[in-house]
């Protein structure tokens, strides 16, 4: 499964839009992108997923280049309420005995007033 | 909406006792996955099944074992629990597309 690099730590105020990025060099042809949230006490849950150029949803934007190699989860227009860890997974959208997504340490994402 | 429970939001147990966590979704889920997590070192994978008797060891499998004789409930199993395991633990099971759902968590304190 590929490896994924993201910053451990973003700040941001309120109404601003954070763009928190994410590298997975060694992608493979058949992965998906993934992004979860996960608040304070409270189990990941699922954002966004792509698997190239522009994915929005009610939630966030995924920006994914021609070459995969690195994607960009948008939260537009933020509140204190997304302040969360955020964590970008790569791997088979498809089911395969005996894999599994692997959660990395993930972005802190700091909202102020 | 899919629904991911764990038997119990806060444990405390002795050295050496037997601990057993449980997780029932209700979604006819093949896959199910057991994770810990602690502060700084982010979601870590103990074990999977991706269907009932079957498991696969994830990255930090020592010192627990798991049980899936039910497609919808899998048991994490710490056999002689020690102080190092306490932690925040996560069920989740998913779809074939990828998408994991995620239980409240249970935070085991072993003391």
């Known amino acids: 499964l590929a490896k994924t690099t993201q910053p451990i730590s973003m700040d941001s105020y309120e109404g601003q839009e954070v763009n928190i990025t994410c590298s997975h060099n060694?992608?493979?042809?058949?992965?998906?992108i993934t992004w979860y949230q996960q608040f304070p006490s409270q189990g990941p849950r699922f954002i966004i997923q792509g698997y190239k150029t522009k994915v929005t949803n009610e939630v966030a934007s995924l920006f994914i280049p021609a070459d995969r190699k690195s994607s960009t989860l948008s939260l537009p227009r933020v509140s204190l309420s997304d302040t969360a860890v955020y964590y970008c997974?790569?791997?088979?959208?498809?089911?395969?005995?005996?894999?599994?997504?692997?959660f990395g340490k993930g972005t802190t994402l700091s909202v102020s007033s | 909406d899919v629904k991911v429970t764990q038997s119990s939001r806060y444990l405390v147990k002795r050295t050496g006792e037997k601990v057993f966590l449980e997780c029932v979704q209700d979604m006819d889920h093949e896959n199910m996955f057991w994770y810990r997590q602690d502060p700084g070192l982010g979601l870590r994978l103990i074990y999977f099944?991706?269907?009932?008797?079957?498991?696969e060891k994830g990255d930090i499998p020592e010192g627990y074992s798991v049980s899936r004789e039910k497609k919808e409930r899998f048991s994490l199993i710490l056999e002689s629990a020690s102080t190092n395991q306490t932690s925040m633990y996560l069920c989740?099971?998913?779809?074939?597309?990828?998408?994991?759902?995620f239980g409240p968590g249970t935070r085991l304190t072993v003391t």
């Open positions: 060694n992608i493979a042809t058949n992965d998906y």
């Open positions: 997974l790569v791997g088979d959208k498809g089911f395969q005995a005996g894999t599994a997504l692997i």
């Open positions: 099944s991706y269907d009932v008797k079957m498991k």
């Open positions: 989740a099971s998913r779809l074939s597309t990828g998408e994991q759902y």
